[in-house]
């Protein structure tokens, strides 16, 4: 049995969803089966326009929290309030989570029935200005990539054709691209105010990359 402070290392056991999902697809994984086995009866994803951009959406389709699956640093939002009476579940980056906490004290949220799944967060990006310094800074087209990933401080993007380039996010938030401004003054960077805590940080040796490493941090 897991008890609040137990930490694990885990991934998705659907293989669809652990190589299309980031670091495993082990968030994924968790928001479809609490939504499957009847835990929750809603969930908070974003569905995907393209590789920067996604719209949140409130669904009880399980196809639809599998299709969320991915990271994306260039994204937005907590929608928990809008399904009041419901037990709902939500991915949130430390500031979302700490958005639920400040909705639940004022009474437009139910936190006993919204479930945070806690995403560690080095930064969220605004898509327009991604796509810019992909262009400017990276000289790749941005329907080009496939794929991004945030790595011992540099800013990683993959192509269609299987290339990577990375670029330290200091450099680049010197050239005045990079993370949102109120990001790089953040210190809240794992949500340990969520329900359980995830992220790749931590995941060593072989599964680096392929797994994502976890805190539970309430029952």
Known sequence: MVEVGDM?????????VRSRGASGGLVT???????????????VVMKHINEFEAVPIITDDLDEVLASTGSLHSVPVNLAKYAVGRKVAMPAKPCDAQ???????????????????????GGSMHPVTTKKMLV?????DP?????????????????????????AIDELEEAGFGRRESCRFCTLKIPMNADIA????????????SATFCQVMNE
């Open 29 to 43: 994984a968790v928001l479809a089966a609490a939504l499957e086995k009847g835990l929750v009866e809603n969930v």
């Open 143 to 167: 329907e080009d990539v496939v794929g991004e990933d945030i790595e011992k401080g540099k800013l990683i993007f993959k192509t269609k054709n299987g290339e990577e380039k990375a670029i």
């Open 99 to 121: 958005a639920v906490i400040e909705q639940g004290k004022r009474g437009m949220i139910d936190p006993d029935n919204t479930y945070v799944v806690g995403l560690n967060c």
């Open 136 to 140: 400017e800074m990276y000289d790749i």
């Open 8 to 16: 694990l290392v885990g991934y998705a056991t659907d293989e669809n």
């Open 198 to 209: 995830c992220g790749n940080w931590g995941v060593i040796g072989d599964m680096a990359g």
